[in-house]
């Protein structure tokens, strides 16, 4: 029996004697980790890539690719990643990607087949993987990246791939609708709600897992080298804890807090070493979508600890006005 991948799993693919590492890539939670590989299959170049269709990728894409791989050839059957056994026939596109991006992988057919993306024509260089979805963070470079559906044990017949593309990032629609906090050494707490909240990221680089719910954006101040710790409690979902360091284009996720289950608390940690005082982003987010009121309450406390000063706290729309 094939068991899934919920997280990153570095180490898995570590473990394993492979020459690629793993790119940045989220997959659903709610699946079990793999066991350790009991089967080693034999492994290397993958013919069809030589007369694959090759696919621009941009931060526009979203489009529907469809295929059946009934009653194609089986070119290899495994790769470094994961002990699976996949016999059936591969279906491959080559993704020519010149933009930094995040990209949405999801799969569907009715027989078990798989995702794979290689980042070179080999199945040594397996870089992302799951069994329905990932979204994994793909650097811009000349040379494409390799996407491949295989069946597991031999599976093979009708399939849709979908993929979205979006930039790494908070939205931009929260930079003027993120809450200004005033985080010193006095902890301070805020009620919040996830009811009702649009759901406007996924995944980014520094998650573990997709996360479907919506969210509520936070900003605030951090004088340099202080430390911030944002926790989460008094709440009936699965929370996750997202911190940006902006909200302009090419901001950075710079630490995420996602280790607990339903009701479990979540703490998020970050200390300041940009030499600066500098301004902050915090997203508190859900893993399923919140469909009640009740559902969605929480309370998040923030303490700032090493603030020389208590930080001036500003709004984006604030921030962006004196650049106008």
Known sequence: MKTTPASLLLVSALACAAAAAPLPFAVPKDAPPPARPAYTAPRGE????????TLTVTLDTDEILTGDTTGGTSAVSGYDCVGWQETGPEAVWLLDVQQDMNLHVRLEAEVDL????????????????????FVVNLPSRPEPYVLVVDGYLGAEGPFSVTLNAFASGPPPEVCGEAEPVACDETPVEIVGNLFERPNRLLADVCATYLEWGGEQWYTFSLSDSAEVSADISNHFFDVALWLFDGCEPGSRC???????????????????????????????????????????????????????????????????????
């Open 46 to 53: 993958i013919p069809p890539c030589a007369g694959a269709t």
């Open 114 to 133: 798989d995702l794979f993306l290689l980042t070179d024509c080999d199945s040594d260089a397996c870089a992302a993987w799951h069994t329905g979805e």
């Open 254 to 324: 710079v630490a995420f807090a996602d280790e607990n289950g339903v009701e479990g608390a979540e703490t998020l940690t970050y200390r300041n070493l940009t030499g600066a005082a500098h301004t902050y982003v915090l997203a508190v987010d859900a893993f399923r979508e919140i469909v009640s009121e009740s559902g969605g309450a929480f309370l998040l406390t923030t303490t700032c600890e090493g603030q020389s000063v208590p930080a001036e706290t500003r709004s984006f729309g604030d921030i962006k006005a004196m650049f106008r």
